[in-house]
């Protein structure tokens, strides 16, 4: 059996395990710096197992040791977002749990996939490849997932559509400068853009960019953690099962886009190896433009982190 562990067993971390064991897809590590915590979570989905006729193991533990041969490391480890706050004021608290998660599993795991959540995740992403020296393939940002998600989501609200019928692609940095791209976005094969009025997809594009944020306020004491966790899961299941999945996902960028030394939001295709390529889609100039503006803001914030750490 495949072995994905999970650093943090807040609501995210565990939530994740949920997703994961009810698709039988890997036995499963909950780890957590809180005693009894990660334990008590692990063996209450333990007991839920024999209801759904799932056969996994899951383990809760506060030593790293229980992550031993892991295929996967998903980190979801930090502070989360409180109302008013932005995902760069998480920076400095989340860059030493971050780096901690990393430089403590890679002892056990060398050879390790790693799926980063915690936020600034761009940022995060780029922590834990340096901190850990990983090749770029194996190390995975989760925003593009959700952020799309949640696009098909109000797209489906808007027009009684099916969510299965929707595909919509957001690109960019995790943060309130993404970049979701109508044009590439449609319903069977219609473009948004025809579909939508243009007052419309703009209340969607905009309450997608906030998606985040419009959950933290309203829930006062924690940010979201269904659809983050299912994000991962998806992530999990396309490179366990080998599947060459394209989703758009953080990435190390290496020329493409015009992009250098920086993880950001693009189409990449998911298999056994992690990133098997990043697709690039043709941005007319307005998609460019946001791109870039887009960039600046993921760049300011790494830019921030190297003052802050020497990687």
């Given at each position: ?11 995210t ?8 064991a ?7 590590v ?13 063996l ?9 006729g799932k056969d ?7 030593d790293?040791?229980?992550t ?22 998480l920076l ?6 971050v ?15 790693y ?16 901190v850990g ?5 194996r190390?995975?940002?989760?925003a ?9 989501a ?9 969510v ?9 940095g ?9 044009r ?27 998606g985040?944020?419009?959950i ?16 991962i899961?998806?992530?999990?299941e ?12 953080a ?8 992009l ?11 298999g056994?190896q ?29 830019d921030?982190?190297?003052?802050l750490v020497?990687?």
């Amino acid at each position: 059996m495949t072995k994905v562990s999970i650093i943090g067993a807040g609501m995210t971390g565990a939530t994740t395990a949920h997703w994961l064991a009810e698709r039988e897809l890997a036995d499963i590590v909950l780890i957590d710096v809180l005693e009894g915590m990660p334990q008590g979570k692990a063996l209450d989905l333990l007991e839920a197992l024999p209801i759904i006729g799932k056969d996994v193991e899951i383990v809760g533990s506060n030593d790293y040791e229980a992550t031993k041969d892991s295929d996967i490391i998903v980190i979801t480890a930090g502070l989360a977002r409180k109302p008013g706050m932005s995902r760069d004021d998480l920076l400095t608290a989340n860059a030493a749990i971050v780096g901690k998660a990393t430089t403590e599993t890679l002892k056990y795991s060398p050879d390790a996939i790693y799926v980063v959540l915690t936020n600034p995740l761009d940022t995060m992403a780029y922590l834990t490849m340096k901190v850990g020296n990983i090749p770029a393939h194996r190390v995975i940002g989760q925003a593009g997932v959700l952020d799309s998600a949640r696009m098909r989501a109000f797209v489906a609200l808007e027009t009684g559509v099916s969510v299965e019928n929707i595909d919509c692609y957001v690109l960019g940095g995790h943060g309130d400068e993404m970049v979701p791209l109508t044009r590439h976005s449609n319903i069977a094969g219609i473009p948004l853009r025809e579909y939508l009025p243009t007052d419309k997809l703009e209340a969607i594009v905009n309450r997608t960019r906030k998606g985040g944020g419009e959950i933290v306020n309203l829930l006062k004491t924690g940010s979201a953690y269904y659809a983050p966790a299912a994000a991962i899961a998806q992530m999990v299941e396309a490179i366990l099962k080998d599947k060459h999945l394209i989703v758009p996902c953080a990435a190390y960028m290496q020329g493409e886009y015009g992009l250098q030394d920086m993880f950001f939001g693009v189409p990449v295709q998911l298999g056994r190896q992690g990133i098997e390529r990043i697709v690039e889609y043709k941005l007319d100039p307005d998609e460019k433009a946001a791109f870039k503006k887009s960039a600046a803001s993921v760049k300011e914030t790494i830019d921030a982190l190297n003052n802050l750490v020497k990687l």
